[in-house]
């Protein structure tokens, strides 16, 4: 607690908020995908522009409440932190990442439960924070592209001759930068958190081939979420095209993609 309000001690930050960091029982494979999916949503939590408060651990100044009317922005919609991001941002307040603040979740995920979590993720930013969808459809399409074109190139050099292998070997490039990177981002993040690093017993090939799965189900997870109507999430269908107006409907006249997590 006392590192999440440290921030706060400046008037001009909107919300201090902290994060997840999902640690499964058993490190099956989806489980550490959805690990390492979430882990990817931490980049922008040190970018001003792209920054976002999580529900599960945050911070608001009590002489801020009046100007945020959270009372009145929370009535109608899906989600509460990502609607607060957008309140503290209209109100020209900044929003600050409290690092040692992060939160373990001791829990596991079947593929289902990965893949309806990682939609309903994508669904949230869709709706609410719109600038995070794009810059991961931009981010992602590179990467998927690049190693697309390196698979190509592998095949071009075996049929063709071993001068594709220079495009290939550039084009692939990325994967060993994936890895790497999500080593990285764990040991900082870990670093500022050692009761997480402490329950975190995952073998570091595990969780590489995890990262190196994230980019794929990210990228169908942005074409599942790209065009909204409705969504279906704990058994009930809300129509959500106008996210700050969110209605109940009838569970028969469901068009669109669904969301069943039954987390959070």
């Known amino acids: 607690m006392r590192q999440l309000v440290q921030p706060l001690a400046d008037s001009t930050v909107g919300v201090a908020t902290g994060f997840r960091w999902y640690v499964p029982p058993t490190p099956t494979f989806w489980s550490l995908v959805r690990t390492e999916w979430n882990a990817v949503s931490a980049n922008v939590l040190f970018d001003p522009r792209r920054a976002f408060a999580w529900g599960g651990s945050c911070a608001v100044r009590r002489d801020h409440l009046p100007v945020l009317r959270l009372a009145d922005r929370w009535r109608e919609v899906l989600s509460d932190d990502l609607v607060l991001s957008q309140a503290v941002r209209d109100a020209g307040l900044k929003i600050a990442y409290a690092p040692g603040a992060l939160v373990p979740t ?50 071009l050099a075996s049929a063709l001759g071993p001068s594709y292998l220079v495009p290939a070997i550039l084009f692939l490039a990325p994967l060993p930068v994936a890895v790497a990177k999500a080593s990285v981002r764990r040991c900082a993040l870990f670093s500022a958190a050692p009761s997480v690093a402490t329950a975190w017993k995952v073998p570091p090939w595990r969780a590489a081939i995890a990262a190196l799965a994230v980019p794929w189900v990210m990228a169908w997870g942005l074409v599942r979420t790209r065009r909204l109507t409705s969504v ?9 095209r106008d996210p700050q107006r969110i209605r109940l409907l009838d569970s028969r006249r469901a068009p669109g993609p669904e969301s069943k997590d039954p987390s959070r």
């Open 106 to 155: 001791f829990e596991g995920a079947t593929r289902a439960i990965c893949l309806e979590w990682c939609v309903r993720q994508m669904m949230m930013a869709t709706l609410y924070l719109p600038i995070v969808r794009r810059f991961a459809a931009a981010s992602f399409a590179v990467f998927d592209g690049s190693v697309i074109l390196g698979l190509a190139s592998l095949i």
């Open 232 to 240: 279906r999430w704990r058994g009930h269908v809300y129509d959500v």
